[in-house]
T-cell receptor, first 112, second 114 residues
Framework: GENVEQHPSTLSVQEGDSAVIKCTYSDSASNYFPWYKQELGKRPQLIIDIRSNVGEKKDQRIAVTLNKTAKHFSLHITETQPEDSAVYFCAASRNTGNQFYFGTGTSLTVIP | DAGVIQSPRHEVTEMGQEVTLRCKPISGHDYLFWYRQTMMRGLELLIYFNNNVPIDDSGMPEDRFSAKMPNASFSTLKIQPSEPRDSAVYFC????????????FGPGTRLTVL
């Protein structure tokens, strides 16, 4: 089955700096890669996703890049703000079954 | 739409008791997933259903865990008998057949087994 690894497990940045979280996956058939944000005590919520036919996607301060050859994808947050502090999960999935394989999460702290 | 609904939001029980967690998926969604979240193991997929049929239950830890989906709008996850190591947050999520593939999570049930 799929194995998703996520790094780092914790990340602290100064407000205004950028944050980068990286994930690798093992199944070359995976073609959908969502990123979820989970605030303390809340549910995970989708913040951005990318499909395997695209190399990069941006949404305001958030961007995701995908390298299919190397089987890795990354989340980039620019101009970080305190409200970006949360745990971020990457995941990989095939179209069939919609089953997600989640990474172990990155706890991001943005220091004001 | 109210989103995915889970009940109860918090459950405290004693070891050996039966626990039943409930989930109502978003109307029209064909997939339903049960996850367990702990600090040590992160988000684990326990089981998922497609059109009320269990597709993959390989994540169910032991025979003490069982899940059902009697209809498209209701699912249960049962633990019998419960043990302290079952303490975790249990999330239910639902997803439409294709489209975005996005999974929509419920608010979770925080289970504490004493």
């Amino acid at each position: 089955g799929e194995n998703v690894e996520q790094h780092p497990s914790t990340l602290s940045v100064q407000e205004g700096d950028s944050a980068v979280i990286k994930c690798t996956y093992s199944d070359s058939a995976s073609n959908y890669f969502p990123w979820y944000k989970q605030e303390l005590g809340k549910r995970p919520q989708l913040i951005i996703d990318i499909r395997s036919n695209v190399g990069e996607k941006k949404d305001q301060r958030i961007a995701v890049t995908l390298n299919k050859t190397a089987k890795h994808f990354s989340l980039h947050i620019t101009e970080t703000q305190p409200e970006d502090s949360a745990v971020y999960f990457c995941a990989a999935s095939r179209n069939t079954g919609n089953q997600f394989y989640f990474g172990t999460g990155t706890s991001l702290t943005v220091i004001p | 739409d109210a989103g995915v609904i889970q009940s109860p939001r918090h459950e405290v029980t004693e070891m050996g008791q039966e626990v039943t967690l409930r989930c109502k998926p978003i109307s029209g969604h064909d997939y339903l997933f049960w996850y367990r979240q702990t600090m040590m193991r992160g988000l684990e997929l326990l089981i998922y259903f497609n059109n009320n049929v269990p597709i993959d239950d390989s994540g169910m830890p032991e025979d003490r865990f069982s899940a059902k989906m009697p209809n498209a709008s209701f699912s249960t996850l049962k633990i019998q008998p419960s043990e302290p190591r079952d303490s975790a947050v249990y999330f239910c999520a639902s997803s439409p057949l294709q489209a975005s593939n996005e999974q929509f999570f419920g608010p979770g049930t925080r289970l504490t087994v004493l």
